[in-house]
C-alpha cells in the first residue's frame, strides 16, 4: 500500500474512531458532570432530589438512552432529514457513477454485458429489435464500455 493511501486511510480511521466512539463517550461523561455540578448542585431543592452524582448519572442515563434511540428513530423514519442526508451522500460518492474495485468489475457488469450482447444477437436474428431499441442497446454497450475502462457516468440526478 502507498504511503499516501496509508495516511489517508489512517486519516479516515482516526475521524471514525474519534468522532464516532471517543467524542461521543467524553461528551456524554461531561454533559452528566456539567449539568450535575454546574445546575443540580447550585439549586438546593433539585441537590435534596440527587444529593449524590451517581443516583442522577443513572437516572439521566435511564432517561436519556430511549429518548436517544425515540430521537433517532424519529430522524430515521420519520423526517425527511435523513432522505436528505442519504441525497447528499449519493451525490458526492463517485461510486455511484463509477465501477467499485472487485467483483463488480470483475464478473457482475462483465456477465451482464454478456448477457445484454447475447439478447440483442438472438432478438435481431428473430427480426425483434425496433430502431429506438438497438439505440438503447448502444448507449447501454457504451457506458458498460465506459465503465469497465474505470471512467465515470455523467451525474443525472438533483443538484
Known sequence: MKLGNWIFRAW??????????????LGY?????TVYYLA??????LLYIFPQFGPFALLGTAVGIPTAVTIGWIHMKRSRLFSSEQDIGVEAN???????????IEAMVPSTLMQLRLIRR???KM????????TEIDELERKFA???KGGYL???GKA
Do not use: A
Not at 443540580?40 to 431543592?45: A, D, E, V
Not at 427480426?127 to 438497438?134: A, K, M, N, Q
Open 40 to 45: 443540580i448542585r447550585n439549586i438546593p431543592s
Open 146 to 148: 465506459i465503465l469497465l
Open 127 to 134: 427480426d425483434l429489435l425496433t430502431d429506438s431499441e438497438r
Open 12 to 25: 479516515f480511521y482516526f475521524r471514525q474512531g474519534y468522532g464516532t466512539y471517543l467524542t461521543f463517550l
Open 154 to 156: 455523467e451525474h443525472r
Open 122 to 124: 438472438l432478438s435481431e
Open 94 to 104: 463517485p461510486y455511484y457513477y463509477k465501477l467499485p474495485p472487485g467483483y463488480t
Open 29 to 33: 461523561v461531561s454533559t452528566l458532570v
